[in-house]
């Protein structure tokens, strides 16, 4: 439906100023359509005796003149539009007197003689660039549009820029767009462009008369392209569009073009030589894009080696980048200051690092202020990392280098292998050597060994540690029990300041069980052994291969006391109600578990009613998500199955008579579903009670805290003002 001002009923409020004549009804009819094809209001209308050019014809003849939001077009007797442009297509505007005008299209040109509105027609037309293009110069008039005095609505006139871009590219105007970003963005202060926002992503064409209308408005800092889960995927025009906002925009200081579909892009010199120019982007994200050597190389010497101001975050993560490619990125790095000394965020995972691990050392060592480094997934030499952090470390430092900061707080290993037990000797030495306050370490599918001494090297060499992530190792029950008694052990030094530890996945079912891994997570978790490494978050996720079914039911037991675990995720071990059972007892006396990962377990609905039950008396509990997956499985059970028929006798439903012959169970499935939403009410009830108790409380705590900060302020403001009169009493 369009959104345009129908001229037909109230022509004079749609136009301004007085009209000294009158409209046909085929020249009312073929202006109100234009209007609405065009999605154009109507903003100027006159009647001219106008002379058009076009190629090489020269046509003389009295024509409508009507100018709308974007667009100019004129409409003869017949009713038919004989020509139209959009405003941003005019290339000269030649205005010799007061009563004489002409203006020239890419295609066309129009001239109005004697008329006593060309003023008005110009005043209008530098009108339509002050709202859309602030401060754009525009050439015909020679000068800039006005960048003050004008109203251009929410977010600095965002909506009328885009609505005038896409015009311009006979582009739909999306208005669910328009109505969010004026509704929500200006009052909620909303500076990121994400254009994954919306349920219906924009279309290639939408998406790119978005990033056009940036070109002149500075109300965004971030903009985000997307085109994982369905996004948009822009390619090269996308790219091209970019970097003209990038050539003008003062305020996009953080730009994310992933998965985008780009290619020739990423090798054209022009590109990178507008990321260097553009002094105001400091965040850049191009994950997952086909930038492979010959686009580093690009990248490398027309941004990165010319840039002259900080960037502080680089992601680069799945963009096919070989080993040779990978050392040039690394050393352009390095051998850039305004780069090296700022950057704080480096990822290159998903690429090949293999002995370009020197360079990653040397940057390391020369970066003042990387503090997150992901390289997983990129297969590096752990000898070369080793022997290069022992060379810098007794290399004397040149006179104008400062020396290495050591403030690397996160790294990401995940991926590469590590299979051997001297590897970890390697780890351990350049860790020591270059991230001694490590905090955040991710071992995620390293294949780690599950030996004794080299953890105890590795532990040793990291004692900041409070985030552990080991999932997907397969270390079975002997090594998680190895780790644990490291971790819990004083030799080395245990790591104290250990929250969250992450074993997803580590014990293979199908293979009988000791009980030796679970028994050393119940040590981990116990009130005598976690004042040694006191975590508050365990994830201990089972899939299809690592299911432990009912062997992790103890661990749950242990809950009862534990008094420092705020998070457990224990989905995907197939344990069933009995599950259920146990946390509905535990969840009776537990106060300290905010946070419950359930899912795919195979709770039926009175497991959920256990759970329900034990979330009655549970205080503390703020986050359990509802296990969609044992909901969905117990919805698929037909009618006829034991689990459907054990279901309705506990929940005594009645006799099923009628049955749909082509769907069988279907009254059973509306009875399940029925119960289960009941009981998924009636759990985030609980939770929500518990969040709005917890808020409080600290509303309150904060108000106590404010009160006493008060007291003692005012408490201390006697003795001070007695001092100072016994001083001014002082011979």
């Not at 190389?297 to 002259?308: E, F, G, K």
């Not at 490619?325 to 290159?348: A, F, H, I, P, Y």
């Not at 034991?642 to 049955?659: T, V």
Request: net charge neutral; with cysteine; hydrophobic share 40%.
């Amino acid at each position: 439906t369009s959104h345009h001002h129908s001229i037909l009923p109230q022509m004079y409020d749609n136009f301004p100023g007085d009209l000294p004549f009158s409209l046909s009804p085929v020249e009312k009819k073929a202006l109100d359509q234009y209007l609405a094809s065009k999605q154009e209001d109507g903003q100027f209308l006159g009647r001219f005796k106008t002379v058009l050019r076009k190629w090489n014809k020269t046509t003389e003849e009295e024509k409508i003149l009507v100018i709308g939001n974007n667009r100019l077009a004129l409409i003869n007797v017949t009713g038919k539009v004989a020509n139209e442009g959009h405003l941003l297509e005019i290339m000269e505007l030649d205005t010799p007197n007061n009563s004489d005008i002409t203006i020239k299209f890419k295609s066309f040109t129009v001239e109005i003689k004697g008329t006593s509105k060309a003023n008005e027609i110009v005043k209008y037309l530098s009108q339509f660039y002050a709202i859309n293009f602030p401060g754009m110069f525009v050439s015909f008039l020679g000068t800039n549009a006005p960048v003050t005095g004008v109203d251009r609505g929410p977010c600095g006139g965002f909506t009328k820029a885009y609505s005038c871009m896409s015009s311009f590219t006979n582009t739909p105007i999306r208005k669910d767009i328009i109505y969010d970003i004026d509704t929500f963005y200006g009052s909620g202060n909303i500076k990121e462009l994400n254009l994954n926002e919306w349920p219906e992503p924009p279309t290639p064409p939408t998406a790119i008369a978005l990033i056009q209308a940036l070109k002149y408005n500075n109300w965004f800092t971030f903009l985000s392209v997307r085109s994982s889960a369905g996004g948009v995927k822009v390619g090269n025009e996308g790219i091209v569009a970019v970097t003209d906002v990038l050539q003008v925009n003062k305020s996009i200081s953080r730009l994310e073009l992933v998965s985008i579909g780009a290619h020739e892009a990423w090798i054209t010199n022009e590109i990178w030589m507008t990321f260097a120019l553009n002094n105001y982007l400091t965040h850049v994200s191009l994950a997952n894009n086909p930038i492979e050597d010959k686009g580093v190389n690009a990248m490398c010497s027309h941004w990165l080696s010319t840039v002259s101001h900080e960037i502080y975050s680089l992601n680069l993560n799945s963009c096919g980048i070989g080993v040779k490619g990978m050392t040039t990125l690394l050393r352009t790095v390095r051998e850039n200051r305004w780069v090296s000394r700022n950057l704080k965020t480096l990822c290159v995972a998903h690429n090949k690092i293999e002995d370009g691990a020197s360079e990653l050392v040397q940057l390391i060592h020369r970066a003042q202020s990387l503090r997150h480094l992901d390289i997983g997934y990129t297969n590096p030499s752990w000898s070369a990392l080793k022997k290069t952090s022992e060379n810098l470390k007794d290399k004397p430092l040149p006179a104008h280098q400062p020396p290495p900061s050591k403030i690397l707080s996160r790294l990401n290993l995940a991926g590469n292998k590590i299979q051997k037990p001297e590897i970890f000797s390697d780890i351990a030495a350049f860790l020591s050597n270059n991230a001694p306050a490590l905090t955040d370490l991710d071992l995620s599918f390293t294949t780690l060994p599950p030996a004794p001494f080299p953890l105890r090297a590795l532990f040793a060499a990291t004692p900041n540690l409070v985030r552990l992530d080991l999932a997907d190792n397969e270390l079975g029950e002997d090594g998680i029990y190895t780790m644990i008694d490291v971790l819990t052990g004083n030799d080395p030094q245990p790591l104290l300041k250990l929250k969250i530890l992450i074993l997803d996945r580590n014990i293979l079912g199908g293979r009988p069980l000791r009980g030796n891994g679970i028994n050393a997570l119940k040590t981990l978790l116990s009130t005598t052994r976690n004042l040694f490494c006191p975590i508050d978050t365990l994830r201990f996720a089972g899939s299809s291969a690592c299911r432990l079914k009912a062997e992790v039911i103890p661990l749950v037991s242990c809950l009862e006391s534990n008094t420092t675990l705020t998070e457990l995720d224990i989905s995907g071990h197939y344990v069933g109600d009995e599950l259920a059972l146990e946390l509905g007892r535990v969840l009776h006396m537990n106060r300290s578990l905010k946070t419950l990962l359930i899912d795919d377990n195979q709770l039926s609905i009175m497991g959920l009613q256990y759970i329900a039950l034990g979330l009655k008396r549970n205080l503390t509990l703020q986050r359990m998500p509802i296990p969609i997956i044992d909901i969905h499985e117990q919805l698929k059970l037909l009618e006829n199955t034991a689990g459907i028929q054990q279901i309705r006798d506990r929940l005594r439903l009645p006799a099923l008579i009628d049955f749909t012959a082509n769907l069988p169970g279907s009254s059973d499935a509306n009875a399940i579903m029925q119960s289960a939403s009941h009981l998924v009410s009636e759990i985030q009830a609980y939770i929500a009670a518990n969040n709005v108790r917890n808020f409080k409380e600290n509303l309150i705590k904060k108000a106590d805290a404010k009160k006493k900060e008060v007291s003692s302020s005012s408490s201390a403001a006697p003795s001070s003002s007695s001092s100072s009169a016994s001083a001014s009493s002082a011979p």
